[in-house]
Every structure is written in C-alpha cells, then in structure tokens.
C-alpha cells in the first residue's frame, strides 16, 4: 500500500444515520460516546458498525467474562489455554493433540432452522482447522419444545436435524454422537450447540496471531454476499415476534467449498509459509483483522475494493460486517504469496492479498483511496467493555424447590410409568436422528450411536482411543444451578469413565437468558461456579468454548443449559483387547447387555430424590424441588474404578443411570443392541435394607454418581475386591437373561414390548 495513504477517515456519513445503525447494534448512547472518546471523533458508518459487532455479547463475551476467569484451565495436558487461540488444545501423547470446542447458533436456527444447523457446523469446523488440526468428529447438543402437537417445533426439530445432517455428510466430518431434550422452555427458543474435535501433531499447532510487517495478508475461500450481515449483533437480543425480519443475519452455507478449504488450508498450514490464521466467523473481516492483530500486537491495514464479492453494489460496511461462510484469512511470509494462491487455486477457491501487517495498533480499512475505518486493535478486542452486571436470586425461587411428597402419590402401575418414561422424546431413542448422520466416514468411529455412553473414536497409527460426549440439564440448572452446573460436569465425566475412558478435559456452551435480568445473571454465576468445583475436582481444565445469552422470546427464557464437551483416553490393555479373525482390536465397554446370565451390579448410592426428574416432569407435571446432590469426591472413585475395571477386562457392559433413573437404565441396558435384546431380573433388597425408599424414588429417582455394570460370574470375586479398594458402594442386584425385564415385585414387562416404546417415539409423535 502506498505511504500517501490518509491518517484520519476520508469519508463523512450523516451522524443521524450513523447514530441509527448504532441503536440497530443494541449500542447504548453511552457505549456510542464511548467509541467517540475512544476515537476522539464521531465514528463513521463503517467504524460504528464494527464496534457493534465486536462489542456485542456474542464476541465480547461483556456479561460472562468475569466469571469466566474463575474456570480453571491449566492442566499437564494443556497445550493451548482457553481464550488464547481458536480452540483448546490438549496433549493426548504419540507427539498429537486434540483439538476441541463447542460453540452455539441458537438465534440463527430459531428463524431459519436448516441454515442456522448447517452453518453452526460449518463455523465450529473451521475453529478446527484453523488449529492445524484434521476435523475428525461432530456431535450435537439440541433443546427443543414438545413435539406433540406442536407444528412449529416439529418444523425446527426436523429443519435443525436435517441442516446438521445435510451440511455434515457432505463435508466429510462424521456426527458421532450429542444429546436431545425437549422442554416447554425451549419451546420458541431452541438451542443448537454444536462442538467438533480434531487432531494435530504437535509441530503442526497452527497460531491465530499475524506477525511480521509487511507480511501480506490474504483472504481465501468463498467470496463475500449480504447473508449473515449483523449476525453477531442479532445473537445478542432476545427473540421476538419480529424476528423473522432477521433472516438476512442467518447465513447461507456450502459444505463442499468447506471440503475444499479444509484440504486447501491443511496443505497450506503444512508448507510453512502461512505466519497466522483466523476463521471469518461471527463478525466477518472485522474479527479476524482484529483478532488476529490483537493476538499479535500489531496493527493491519486492508482494502475492502479487493475483497471478492458475490454481490454487486456492495458498501465497506457490509463487506466488514458480512458473515458469509466458508472463508478465512492468512497472514502469509512475504514473498510466498504467489505460492499460498496458486494452492487455493487448485481447490477452486479465492486467494486475494487485501492488506498487510504493520507495526502500530491500529486496524486501517481502505475502500481503494478512501479510508473508511481507523480504530486502535485494543478497543475492538480484549479492551472492549465489561459489565458486573446485577445479580439477584430470582422471586419464587425457593418456593420451586419446595417439593411435597406426599402430594405426590405413588403410581399404581409401575410398568405403565416405565413405558411413559421410555416413550418420551427425552429419554427415547434417537435412532431417527443419528441414522440421518454419516457416522462412518473417516472410518474411525469404533462404537455406533446409540451403543455406549459416550462415542468412542481410533486414532490411527496410535495406540490410544479417544472418547467424547456432551452433557446438560437445563432442570436441574433452573433449580439449582450451583448444583446444575456440577451434575452436567460430573455426568460427562462418568459417560466418558463408563467407555473406560480417563476424562481429560472439557469445553461449554453456556446458554442463558438476558443478562440485562439480575435473576439469570444469579444463574450464570451459580452455574459456572459449580461447573468450576467441578473440573477442579476431576482434574479436567476448561479449555475454551462459548457463551449465548439472550436466549429469550416473549414467553420468557429458557432453562438455564451450560452444556459440558466432555473429552477421554482410552489405554489399550493386555485384557482390553480381543482377537478377531487373527488380528488385535479394542474390546470396548457399550451400554448393552450381552450374555445369558452375567451379573448386574449397580455402583453407587441411590437416595431419596425426586426432585428435577423427567418421572416427576412427565408422570406428575412438575417441575420442581431440588436436582441430585452430587459427591465430587464420590464421583472421582467411581469414574477411576470405571477406567481401572474396563482396563482390566473386568465390565461387559456399563450405562450411568441419569434421566429416568434406575429403572430406565436397566431397561435400556436390556433393548440397546437393535439385533441382540435380552431381559433381566433384578432384586433390589440389597439396595433398600437400609433405607426407607419410596418405591418411585428407588426406580426412577435420578441419584448422581450410579453406574448400572456387568460381568461374568467368575469376576465376582475380583469386582467384589475392586469396588471395595476403590470406595465404591457396589451391590450385585441380579441377572442377565430371559424375555422379560422383572424389578422386584413392582415391575414385569416383556422386552419386546419395552423395546417398541424406546424406539417407537418419534414416530408416535408425528
């Protein structure tokens, strides 16, 4: 660029409409004297816009960032803290890492449900592998209102299901598992969370952060339209019956030009000449020119005439603010820009130098001749404001979790409770989802959806397996959400151990309602504070992820939901392998029941806790009283003798007992392998001799820290000695086999008959 270029804006836009596009940002008056005595001079149009994008909730994390701070993030494992690149990175030896983060486009598949999906997993893939990192799994995180009756949430139900399956399969990055609940709160407001894993080796870690003056920087991939515009700011207000005028904020996505850009990038990143990289995500050009000259403590100039366009007539304005997809922006080594073109060239993808590093802090963005924007990196980025925003315990809070039990009568049908409960859309089966997903593409997925607690992926050419789940509840978190916040830890954490997998680290994605509303605020801090005991307790940093507030419509918030991406090792043994065929393969440890009279024990504690239960949801209608009081300590014995009795070939099968319950547990033990359904019978006296359970509370109760296992008879013995070594409560509670499932005297039904309500719910809900 030439040194006679301006020092100040050569542009002058109308105050008044400048002033009218900073109220369409959700800026306050005082925000927008702020920018002015940040720049010493009212903004221009271009300039105000991307302080609105950047200063929105969605990128500047404004209400949650001090709670935030109090995660802990620093691990032996820990390559890459959280907030410091593009997503964590963590140590899984053989010279790898794991790349990994959950983010959410919950605004976007409110108003347009297939192309919020498919572009929130197009976005979080490209977190990835701008990490350097191969993008190898998806999963899914989903909150929805009922669906029977209900056309509206059948429409976002399938409209969502069909974007992730549509945008996934074609990208080649398999959907390997996820989680799905449906709740009146979530009735207008659902939430699509979406987190992706990929793998790196460690002199491949690539760096978000331009350097070097001089350096050319290059925009590559698809070229810019007016989809996505303001996104960042639409994601950061409340639903409302206007938001269907916000469909230009939804972007539109190409999964094969993310294919290509994936490969593109990959070569390019391994040919050294690429200095930094940065996603064009929410905010478009304006995040990643400003992220990537914070991260490096430089200054960057573009020339938006050169970006490629799609759409004619287009104004600097909507060039920066754009959210197109399927784009990125490199820092090159000058010199070697004709070698990084010719590269995206190949894969049929845009290549353009637009700017260049410069010393400085300031971010200068030119329209040819005419310089449009000149603000320093500082302000846009991590000098953006932050808010203590109020905090109160919400009115009413403690009369929801009052619970009177004696108002709470005990079913007389006990096998008709448990149908409902297998029925329902919750707890059912998702088979009509994850079938939609190509879950074998890249041939690594060593466990089908379905089978176990948590997925289960190979890494070629290693000696490790990697496990993977996602885990929330937003009842929980609405009546307790200090309590809330460490269940949805702890329960990632056990379906990783249930695999045998060593639970390693985590991400979030924390959706909450307005933090304008003291009441949800009081929610945020609780939660992350017990998200945070938690992780310290289980040794499990967190390495990044994302906060969406304003999860609101005019029916009021949604359930508080921090979502927990739970990653695992799996430790290849001597007794943890089988033989098939002449060759070694991992034996893993699934949810089924597999043999004619194996032994079932349950590890655990069960009390008395109705509280927050999908039984008290469903079968009485309400929700309230108090979650599952969770034992960290209790709960980091079980999750290592877990690991320790999968490693020693101890388990045929482990299942946690989370919503529904004991009964629930057992049931789905007994109908999880489609072609191999088998009874069981179970005598619970060992598990009430010493109590006084009501007879609900001990079926379909939601105690924490319960694994429902199997083994041969012969390991009793060994089991007996492991549980006791490790402090576990562990009583053997009966016997795998027959056509039946039998508990006690309370419930008798026939396998084929449990197996048709699991399976049969979407169907029934049409």
């Known amino acids: 660029m030439s040194p006679a270029r301006p020092t100040a804006p050569t542009v002058k836009d109308d105050e008044r409409l400048v002033r009218r596009v900073a109220k369409s940002h959700n800026l306050t008056d005082e925000q927008y004297a702020q920018i002015v005595r940040i720049l010493r001079r009212p903004p221009t149009l271009t300039e105000v816009g991307m302080f609105g994008v950047l200063w929105a909730e969605h990128c500047s994390y404004a209400s949650s960032k001090i709670y935030l701070r109090t995660f802990p993030t620093k691990g032996k494992r820990i390559l890459v803290a959280a907030g410091k690149e593009n997503a964590g990175l963590v140590d899984i030896g053989d010279g790898l890492a794991v790349a990994f983060k959950a983010e959410s486009h919950n605004h976007p598949s409110a108003v347009e449900p297939h192309a919020g999906a498919a572009t929130g997993v197009g976005g979080i893939i490209r977190d990835i592998f701008t990490m350097g990192a191969r993008p190898i799994a998806l999963f899914d995180s989903l909150r929805f209102g009922p669906l029977n009756g209900h056309a509206r949430t059948r429409f976002l139900f399938e409209g969502v299901v069909k974007g992730i399956a549509d945008y996934g399969n074609s990208v080649g990055v398999p959907t390997v598992g996820g989680e799905i609940y449906f709740d009146e709160a979530y009735r207008e407001n659902p939430l699509v969370n979406v987190m992706c894993i990929g793998v790196v080796p460690h002199t491949a870690v690539a760096k978000g952060a331009a350097r070097g003056r001089g350096n050319p920087v290059i925009y590559v991939g698809s070229s810019t339209g007016r989809d996505g515009l303001g996104g960042a700011s639409f994601a950061s207000r409340e639903l409302s019956d206007e ?318 939901t921090p979502v927990i991406g739970m990653i695992g090792l799996i430790q290849h043994t001597a007794h943890s392998i089988q033989h098939t065929e002449g060759r070694a393969c991992y034996a893993p440890v699934t949810m089924g029941f597999k043999d004619e009279g194996d032994l079932v024990w349950l590890l655990g504690e069960t009390r008395e806790e109705l509280g927050a239960s999908e039984y008290l949801k469903l079968i009485h209608h309400r929700k309230q009283g108090r979650p599952p009081r969770v034992d960290l300590a209790a709960e980091r014995r079980l999750q290592q003798l877990l690991v320790e009795g999968a490693r020693a070939g101890l388990w045929k099968s482990a299942h946690d007992c989370a919503e529904g319950g004991l009964a629930v547990a057992v049931a789905e033990c007994c109908i999880a392998e489609p072609d191999h359904i088998i009874g069981a019978v179970l005598d619970l006296s060992l598990v009430t001799c010493h109590l006084s359970l009501r007879l609900d509370a001990l079926l379909f109760g939601e105690s924490a820290g319960r694994v429902v296992i199997s083994c041969e008879p012969h390991r009793t013995k060994r089991v007996a000695a492991l549980t006791a070594r490790a402090g576990v409560p562990a009583r053997l509670v009966g016997t795998v086999g027959g056509g039946r499932v039998k508990i006690g005297e309370w419930i008798d039904a026939g396998i084929g008959e449990l197996s048709a309500a699991w399976r049969g719910a979407f169907r029934r809900t049409a």
């Open 243 to 560: 938001s269907e005028a916000d469909r230009p904020a939804v972007q539109l996505g190409d999964p094969f030009a993310e294919k290509c850009l994936i490969e593109a990038t990959l070569e390019a990143l391994a040919t050294g000449d690429v200095v930094g990289i940065q996603d064009m995500g929410a905010a478009g050009l304006t995040c990643s020119t400003s992220e990537t000259a914070s991260r490096g403590g430089c200054g960057m100039e573009i020339d938006v005439a050169k970006v490629p366009r799609r759409e004619t007539g287009m104004t600097p304005y909507e060039v920066m603010l754009s959210e197109s997809q399927e784009r990125m922006l490199l820092i090159a080594k000058q010199g070697q820009e004709a070698a990084v073109k010719k590269l995206f060239a190949k894969w049929g993808l845009n290549a353009v130098t637009i700017g260049r590093v410069t010393g400085g802090d300031r971010v200068r963005v030119f329209d040819g001749t005419e310089l449009v924007a000149d603000a320093p990196v500082a302000a846009l980025t991590h000098g953006a404001p932050v808010y203590r925003r109020p905090v109160k315990r919400p009115a009413g809070f403690a009369r929801l979790q009052r619970l009177p039990l004696r108002a709470v009568p005990v079913p007389r049908d006990l096998n008709h409770t448990l149908l409902q409960l297998l029925g329902s859309p919750t707890i059912a089966d998702k088979a009509a989802v994850y079938e939609q997903y190509d879950h074998m593409v890249q041939t690594n997925t060593v466990v089908l959806p379905g089978r176990s607690d948590a997925a289960v992926l190979r890494l070629k050419g290693t000696g490790t397996l990697l496990a993977a789940t996602t885990d929330a509840n937003g009842t929980y978190c609405l009546l307790d959400p200090y309590e809330g916040g460490k269940l949805a830890v702890a329960e990632a954490a056990r379906n990783v151990a249930c695999v045998g997998a060593e639970p390693l680290a985590v991400t979030d994605c924390l959706n909450f309602g307005s933090p304008l509303d003291p009441g949800v605020m009081w929610q945020f801090r609780e939660c992350v504070r017990g998200i945070s005991e938690a992780c310290r307790a289980f040794g499990t940093p967190v390495t990044g992820g994302n906060v969406s507030l304003y999860n609101e419509s005019p029916r009021g918030a949604v359930d508080p």
